[in-house]
């Protein structure tokens, strides 16, 4: 089993719509999540984190995190042709918070 | 605030060939780390630096892999000899560390260098 688990996609949304991406996760002890968005070509960027169980908001993206579960999620509202990328799901590992361990990602595209 | 920089964004080399990637991370941040991206999948952590101090570095393969991070700042990272397997792009990243407070401590990537092994 990986330790972190992604759907390679793609996931294909029409704009507008809610874009759902999934992650889930085997080391019980992660603390802290990132998501991070890749274009093609391009080095990944910070979307946003989340600690705490439960939902967290900013602008038109909601990560949401169930530790009980070991899943974590990234809800992206009123998708974009901008959107269209790979999402990069993070989880801090044995060895420390800043250890972080990626999945392979979910290629995410938003048709007009 | 400028960003982490890398240099060079691409590199051709021949199998056996040396090659060096270097790292000028985010004004301020103590961590620094370097990261290969295989085509498909996420970064794999390669070493991290605490200041000048290699604090993890399981998954380097030390047999033709080197890395240094002198004076706590800039850091490089370099193969020798190459292998085709080695083909990559290789990711700098660096973040405040302890200061950040633990758990919200956030890496930030640079551009990455695309090797090509010949």
């Known amino acids: 089993q990986k330790e972190v688990e992604q759907n390679s996609g793609p996931l294909s949304v029409p704009e507008g719509a809610i874009a759902s991406l999934n992650c889930t996760y085997s080391d019980r002890g992660s603390q802290s999540f990132f998501w991070y968005r890749q274009y093609s070509g391009k080095s990944p960027e910070l979307i946003m984190f989340i600690y705490s169980n439960g939902d967290k908001e900013d602008g038109r993206f909601t990560a949401q995190l169930n530790k009980a579960s070991q899943y974590v999620s990234l809800l992206i509202r009123d998708s974009q042709p901008s959107d269209s990328a790979t999402y990069l799901c993070a989880v801090n590992g044995l060895g420390g918070y800043n250890k972080l361990i990626f999945g392979a990602g979910t290629r995410l595209a938003v048709h007009p | 605030e400028a960003g982490v920089v890398q240099s060079p964004r691409y590199k051709i080399i021949e199998k056996k060939q040396p090659v060096a990637f270097w790292c000028n991370p985010i004004s301020g941040h103590n961590t620094l780390y370097w990261y290969r991206q295989n085509l498909g999948q996420g970064p794999e952590l390669l070493i991290r630096y605490e200041n000048e101090e290699a604090v993890d570095d399981s998954q380097l393969p030390k047999d033709r892999f080197s890395a240094e991070r002198l004076k706590g700042v800039d850091s490089t990272l370099k193969i020798q000899p190459a292998e085709l397997g080695d083909s990559a792009v290789y990711l700098c990243?660096?973040?405040?560390?302890?200061?950040?407070?633990?758990?919200?401590?956030?890496?930030?990537f640079g551009p990455g260098t695309r090797l090509t092994v010949l």
């Open positions: 990243a660096s973040s405040l560390g302890e200061i950040a407070g633990g758990l919200t401590d956030t890496q930030y």
